[in-house]
């Protein structure tokens, strides 16, 4: 199957109700905001609080999505879980609803040998036809994926990489080891996005883009042009946008922004809680001083 993974592509939030049961109908309204303003959608991950739902929540979340997004931009469904056996399973069924892609951070919480994860990327790639990220989040997974790994699963036939080391190093060490030039490397933060696009991501998988996709399709269109000047300009005022989401929980703020821009996001699911007024005040008059508000 071939898929044309490409752009800015939001970590896409879930939506609940106030009980913490998933809102079908405001999911729906978030993915009809941001789909005409990005490149791909990458659900039930870390912003999509993946680890907070359970298995059977996860897949409705996915089909919703999947359904409402209607093949018109690439949707790459985060299928990571704390084991192999439940990654496989969310990784048959994404590919059953129509998914483009999968996307998998390591087994978390307990730490494991590279062969050992190595072994279950392998596994994921065997299951399904339709392409595989692996993804890289140290400080969440506990189990950092090193290149040489990445090396022998894309000779393997791992279609791409998404690294949230919020290292450049690291970035390019991965670009460097990998010959393929079919690979894709994703970044997955907007923080390095302009050098990560320039030494050759074929994307930026962007928290901020699920408030602000405007900013990123502006700092992603300047990349692609030959005004190189011009992203380094919008990757600074990305950098102060995102400086500003994390004046709280970067999760919880993103709810209240679409909500301050005419979108029902509904409610995270606790232990989150909402943003108390203060705090809601601070942020709406620092996006505002940004005329983004």
Known sequence: ??????????????????KGNFNEQ???????????????????GTYGSGPLMTVEERKRVAEVIV????????????????ST?????????AESIGADAV?????????YSQDELLDHFREIIKTVKIPVFAYNNPGLSNNPLSP???KQLADEGLYGLKDSSFDL???????????NPGFVHIAGTEAIGAAAVNAGAKGIISGLANVWP????????????????RAGEIQLRVIQARSILKYAATLVVCYEVLKWRGVNAGFPRRPYSPLDERTKKKIRDAFKEMRLL
Do not use: C
């Open 1 to 18: 199957m071939t898929v044309t993974i490409r752009g800015v592509i939001p970590p896409v939030i879930t939506a609940f109700n106030e």
């Open 148 to 150: 040489a790994l990445i």
């Open 169 to 179: 190093i690291t970035f390019y060490n991965f670009l460097n080891i990998v010959d």
């Open 85 to 93: 056996a439940q990654t496989i399973d969310l990784a048959k069924h």
């Open 67 to 82: 359904d409402e997004v209607a093949g018109r931009v690439p949707v790459i469904v985060h299928v990571g879980a704390i």
């Open 103 to 111: 996307g998998a951070i390591p087994p978390y919480y307990y730490r």
């Open 214 to 229: 405007e900013l990123m399709g502006e700092l992603w269109e300047a990349l692609n042009s030959d005004v190189g000047s």
């Open 26 to 44: 405001a999911q729906r309204e978030i993915i009809r905001f941001l789909t005409p303003k990005v490149n791909g959608f990458y659900p039930v």
